[in-house]
């Protein structure tokens, strides 16, 4: 155990400080809920866009943002928007489409200095098999992504599971 530990303080002793605040970097995630009805998903209202946003914006400040039950899927761009309104920059991420019955979407939102490359769903990850019940086969894929955050990459991998 306590190599380990030595291990991770060399390794944040080690990180680089230039484009981010601190040696770290901040990686969240954030089931947000949009909720699902019997006709599909339940768009994120307006009011609680703005409110989520300004948490994000004061409270949380990441550097990457996984975002779990996002619907519609502009949602996370206007969360993007609100928060850099509330004082702190992000931007969406692209991501690839999901199946057209899935109203529980997997984002990912950004400082806009951090660099998101080979965003892809990670196939199978949905789990469904044959005989599952028919609300599994509305379940969303895991997203992965690498991320640059100034000299320190990783792989990102965001899921909901259900």
């Known amino acids: 155990m306590k190599r380990v530990i030595f291990l991770l303080a060399a390794a944040a002793f080690f990180l680089p400080t230039v484009g981010f605040a601190g040696p770290t970097a901040r990686i969240a995630a954030w089931n947000i809920a949009s909720g699902r ?10 009011d609680r866009i703005e409110r989520l946003a300004n948490v994000i914006a004061a409270k949380i400040k990441p550097d990457v943002m996984v975002l779990e039950e996002v619907w519609p ?6 969360l993007a928007k609100a928060a850099t309104k509330a004082g702190f920059e992000l931007v969406a ?12 979407l997997v984002s990912v939102l950004k ?18 098999v044959d005989g599952d019940d028919p609300e599994k086969k509305t379940t969303r ?21 259900k």
């Open 37 to 46: 009805s019997n006709t599909g998903g339940t768009p994120i209202p307006p």
């Open 73 to 78: 899927s502009t949602a996370s761009e206007d």
């Open 93 to 104: 991420v692209k991501m690839p489409p999901q199946a057209s019955d899935v109203v529980q």
């Open 111 to 128: 400082r806009p200095s951090v660099q998101l490359t080979d965003v892809q769903l990670i196939d199978k990850s949905n789990d469904i």
């Open 141 to 161: 894929k895991a997203v992965q992504a690498k991320v640059k955050i100034d000299h320190f990459d990783f792989y990102l991998v965001g899921v909901h599971l």
